[in-house]
């Protein structure tokens, strides 16, 4: 049998761990702002956004390789589910430039990655959510 002691000492050790811990957890997750944890995509850099802004491109390479423009479109698939998922595909004469995946239940665990000319997206929660698969579609 194994017998642990604590000594008057060992408590104020004890409550400094726990507080520190405390403290770092919620300024790891930023409290309860935002109401899901994790990040937006709209606060992550180089992420295109469904208006075709934020991107992180080379304006010059672009303008080489297209003559001076791009058009770019978003298509989405969305489905509410405990698991599973959808897939999107870019309309024709357009490739896909980017893939992305949002859950609305904060337990959610997602993978997405691309698939032939667009996106598949999957998700697993620990309850319901709806699940929005994005492909961003460049021309």
């Avoid at 405990?82 to 999107?88: L, P, T």
């Avoid at 004469?93 to 980017?98: D, P």
């Avoid at 337990?107 to 961003?136: D, E, I, P, R």
């Amino acid at each position: 049998m194994v017998k642990v002691e604590f000594v008057k000492g060992d408590f104020i050790w004890i409550g400094l761990i726990v507080v520190l811990l405390g403290v770092g957890f919620g300024y790891a997750f930023g409290g309860n702002e935002p109401a899901v944890m994790g990040h937006d995509v709209g606060e992550l850099d180089g992420v295109c956004l469904s208006d075709g802004t934020n991107c992180d491109v080379d304006k010059d390479y672009v303008d080489s390789v297209s003559g001076g423009s791009l058009e770019c479109v978003s298509r989405s698939c969305s489905q509410y589910t405990s698991s599973g998922g959808c897939s999107v595909t870019c309309p024709s004469g357009y490739l896909v430039t980017g893939c992305g995946v949002h859950s609305s239940s904060p337990y959610a665990v997602t993978k997405n990655h691309f698939l032939g000319n667009g996106c598949s997206c999957s998700v697993w929660n620990y309850g319901y959510g709806t699940t929005t698969c994005q492909a961003m579609c460049c021309r």
